[in-house]
């Protein structure tokens, strides 16, 4: 689960985030919205701890996020996951595995190399895979650590509609987890998430995905 209480954020006189509140349950996936500058990058950097929280709490799973115990449950994925070109799918994920507190098997990569569809072509050097095949890639690193809360950051970014499919379905089948997905897409929002939380003048609102597209409707696109 993750809580925001009363966060406010500030670049100089730039009031980005105004007092938000925001609670995301397990099995929820939250879409975070807003225009460009609206503060989705921000919030994320707050939530990830690249930016100190200097008014209002943050409680990821359980944990206050001034401790450090949230680590273990939060895994993030951001934009453009940097791999190394030089080295097999297989070879990356064994290396990420490698930097992870906990000890992540071969079983578990040869399952997550299957969920994302890249087992048959886990021996190639990435520098031969698509955008989309690199961004499932930096997905199943993101899944092996099985954490609770997974913050995705604009995931079908540069993708064609095919590669853009096989991630959302990816994503639609993860079960048990509580997901924020920044996201510019309507459509995908309405594909794979059950709530939307929308960023405008430093103001956050809460709809569940349908209220949220009526409300689209009424006012027009956000973006
Ligand atoms: N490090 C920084 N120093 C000063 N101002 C910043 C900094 N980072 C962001 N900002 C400002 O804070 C506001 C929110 O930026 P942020 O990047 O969080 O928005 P965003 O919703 O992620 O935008 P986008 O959709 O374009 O990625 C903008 O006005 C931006 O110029």
């Excluded at 190399?113 to 989309?132: H, M, P, Q």
């Excluded at 997974?150 to 509609?161: A, C, M, V």
């Excluded at 993860?174 to 430093?202: N, P, Q, Y």
Aim: hydrophobic letters at 40%; a neutral charge.
């Amino acid at each position: 689960m993750i809580e925001i209480k009363g966060l406010s954020h500030a670049y100089q006189k730039n009031i980005v985030l105004d007092a938000i509140h925001l609670t995301i349950g397990a099995n929820e996936r939250c879409a975070l919205v807003g225009r460009n500058g609206a503060g989705k990058s921000t919030l994320i950097r707050l939530l990830l701890g690249l930016e100190k929280v200097k008014k209002g709490t943050i409680t990821l799973a359980g944990h206050s996020n001034k401790t450090g115990k949230w680590k273990s449950q939060v895994s993030y994925l951001p934009e453009k996951f940097q791999l190394y070109p030089h080295l097999t799918g297989f070879e990356n994920m064994r290396f990420f595995a490698s930097l992870a507190d906990k000890e992540i098997s071969d079983t578990i990569m040869e399952e997550k190399l299957k969920l994302v569809a890249l087992w048959e072509d886990r021996n190639k050097t990435i520098t031969s895979y698509s955008k989309g095949m690199l961004q499932r890639l930096g997905l199943a690193v993101t899944l092996y650590y099985d954490t609770d809360i997974i913050i995705l950051d604009e995931p079908t970014s540069g993708l064609d509609p095919i590669g853009r499919e096989k991630l959302l379905q990816i994503i639609d089948g993860l079960e048990g987890k509580t997901i924020l997905m920044a996201s510019h897409h309507l459509s995908e929002i309405e594909r794979v998430c059950t709530d939307v939380a929308f960023l405008e003048a430093g103001k956050l609102t809460k709809y569940n995905i349908h209220e949220f597209i009526g409300e689209q409707m009424k006012r027009g696109s956000w973006a």
